[in-house]
């Protein structure tokens, strides 16, 4: 009973000495591509994978569909050389009693250059979905009003419509 009563009391004065956690808010900076290095601000990225955090900020559907399929593309880079490994440790013969057919240096030197045009077009892919959700982050954050020409369904028809969105 008097370890409950000390328990308690510890929990109540440390709970009377905790103060609450104070967000900042900062502005979002827009984000730039030059050559292959990614810009917030003014700051250089070492990584693309630093963008996660401003561009998930803004909790939109698409950004996050696109930042979610250059992760996948950027996986099924490393995918794109298993073929070749494969390939290389079941025929490789390293010296063992288990009769192996060898390595066909053809068959090799083709299962790596697909492992490599893979590569190359998994990166592109996914550097394109990447330049896609920064240009929408980029349009989402900009606080400039916008004028521009959009289609309006209506009856099974489609009508060309003027539209202007003014942002404050």
């Excluded at 630093?50 to 569909?65: F, K, V, Y």
């Excluded at 998994?122 to 240009?135: C, E, R, T, Y």
Aim: charged letters at 15%; aromatic letters at 14%.
């Amino acid at each position: 009973m008097r370890i409950t009563g000390s328990i308690v009391t510890a929990l109540f004065i440390c709970t009377l000495s905790a103060q609450a956690q104070f967000t900042k808010e900062i502005p979002l900076k827009p984000i730039y591509k030059n050559g292959g290095k990614y810009f917030y601000g003014e700051q250089r990225m070492n990584s693309v994978y630093a963008l996660q955090i401003p561009l998930q900020s803004l909790n939109d559907n698409e950004i996050n569909a696109r930042y979610k399929k250059f992760k996948t593309y950027q996986a099924l880079r490393v995918v794109a050389y298993i073929p070749g490994l494969v390939y290389l440790f079941t025929n490789a013969n390293y010296g063992g009693r288990r009769p192996t057919r060898g390595i066909s240096s053809e068959t090799l030197l083709l299962l790596w250059v697909g492992g490599l045009a893979g590569d190359i077009t998994f990166n592109a892919l996914s550097h394109h979905q990447m330049g896609k959700a920064i240009d929408i982050y980029n349009v989402k954050i900009s606080n400039k009003s916008t004028l521009g020409l959009s289609f309006n369904r209506l009856l099974n028809q489609n009508y060309p419509g003027l539209s202007y969105h003014f942002k404050f």
